[in-house]
């Protein structure tokens, strides 16, 4: 039985890309994988998969009964239909360990680094096996969006030097340029329903027993979102409904680097409690604030306790 390799809901261009590089791994070395996704790809991943001809993985929505490996996850919360029967084999990961456990021994690599396509990067190198030029050519844009183009407060040495070698490997000769193509495409939101925008790279976690989702867009230029700001509002107002405790959705201007926080909560002192700011009706401007994983979801769960 072929072993999926998959990421978390809604995935972005890390868990993309990542089901491919550790697919393609995981084969090489002899065991049988096949790439999966709990989810359509982005527009930015579709741009990415398109320029360096790649294929998305296929789209699966229950493991019940498989043989499974992670990558960009390890929180049940952001895992799909049926993982309480499915065989975890695997994680590569960049995150926080989370709560998935498993009944036997599995192969699992997880570091503090910016993104998975980094853990990976150095995974090819351990093993000895060779990076397709593909497939390097989507795992520095993999990088470069995780990274926020080297500008998040995630971004390590180790990422920076990881993107120099699949650079080299998949003939980009200027990454910058790359990195903030991919932006500008990330940032187009003309058409795209509040909802898709909301669900574009949104994450559940549980934080001392609430249920507490938060999004992230990302732009080149804040002022793209004016327009659809209210309709933002109403959709996490909705999404808070389903049953969870907030619902905060980050609005990260990469050029000024700070983040606009639209605020959907049954408390929301948690926000001052968490970022010392005091938000302007449902709203709050964070300077600086670049990561939900190093900078807000810490932040957050010390505010809950």
Request: glycine letters at 6%; a negative charge; hydrophobic letters at 50%.
């Given at each position: 039985m072929s072993t999926l390799v998959l990421g978390h809901m809604n995935p972005d261009t890390d868990s993309i890309i990542a089901s491919l590089a550790a697919t393609e791994l995981l084969n090489k070395r002899g065991i049988e994988?096949?790439?999966?996704?709990?989810?359509?790809?982005?527009?930015?991943?579709?741009?990415?998969?398109?320029?360096?001809?790649?294929?998305?993985?296929?789209?699966?929505?229950?493991?019940?009964?498989?043989?499974?490996?992670?990558?960009?996850?390890?929180?049940?919360?952001q895992a799909p239909k049926g993982i309480e029967t499915a065989v975890v084999k695997g994680i590569f990961d960049h995150h926080k360990l989370g709560d998935v456990t498993t009944s036997s021994p599995l192969e699992a690599v997880i570091l503090p680094v910016g993104c998975t396509c980094t853990v990976l990067t150095k995974l090819y190198k351990y093993f000895g096996v060779e990076i397709p030029r593909n497939i390097a050519g989507g795992m520095l844009c993999a990088i470069l969006s995780d990274t926020v183009i080297f500008k998040s407060p995630t971004c390590t040495e180790d990422d920076k030097k990881a993107v120099e070698e699949l650079a080299k490997i998949a003939g980009v000769s200027d990454v910058t340029s790359l990195g903030l193509e991919m932006f500008k495409v990330k940032s187009a939101v003309d058409g795209t329903p509040a909802k898709d925008l909301v669900f574009r790279d949104y994450k559940d976690f549980n934080m001392n027993g609430n249920k507490v989702g938060i999004g992230q867009l990302e732009v080149v230029d804040l002022s793209i979102l004016d327009k659809v700001k209210p309709a933002l509002q109403e959709e996490i107002a909705k999404v808070k409904a389903e049953g969870r405790h907030s619902v905060f959705l980050l609005l990260t201007d990469i050029m000024k680097e700070g983040s606009q926080m639209l605020i959907c909560s049954d408390d929301a002192s948690v926000v001052e409690k968490a970022f010392g700011a005091k938000p302007q009706g449902n709203e709050v401007w964070l300077p600086g604030v670049m990561s939900r994983k190093k900078q807000v979801v810490p932040n957050f769960e010390k505010a809950f306790k």
């Open positions: 994988a096949v790439a999966a996704a709990q989810g359509d790809p982005t527009p930015e991943s579709k741009f990415v998969l398109e320029k360096f001809g790649l294929t998305a993985p296929k789209v699966i929505a229950d493991v019940a009964g498989k043989d499974i490996f992670l990558v960009d996850f390890s929180d049940l919360a």
